[in-house]
């Protein structure tokens, strides 16, 4: 399934959430942008004039932000993945990925059920 992602309410690229950590209800997968240039200085620059906490390495152009309330990622069918937290990490020369942390069960299991198969496979 393709997720949307959206920042401010507009589209600005679109995961698989290939990954997971089934237990803890969180996925993340790589982001394919859309549109303008989404990179360490766009996000940098972003959080720091929406006062949202931010690690970064400037020299390396590596960042990964907290949690941004504008920041929403949607399925396939119009549904918002919530959690816990949302956010973006990565690098301008390896790419950025999406992150959402603590989605709570049973939509956890029912939206990401091949991830939650993939966990529960692993103890047959």
Known sequence: MIYNIFLDDKKIGISF????D????????Q???????FD???FSKYCKNNNFKVDEYPEDKVIS????????VINENGTEITGEGCYISGMDSDGY???????????FGE???????AYDDQFK
Do not use: W
């Open 22 to 29: 089934a237990p803890m209800g969180c996925v993340n997968g």
């Open 17 to 20: 959430l290939e990954r997971a």
């Open 40 to 42: 360490y200085d766009f």
């Open 65 to 72: 932000t907290q949690t941004i309330p504008t920041l929403k």
């Open 31 to 37: 982001i394919t942008f859309v549109g303008e240039n």
């Open 111 to 117: 939206e990401f059920s091949h991830h939650r198969k």
């Open 97 to 107: 990925e999406i992150n959402i942390i603590g989605i709570p069960y049973p939509f």
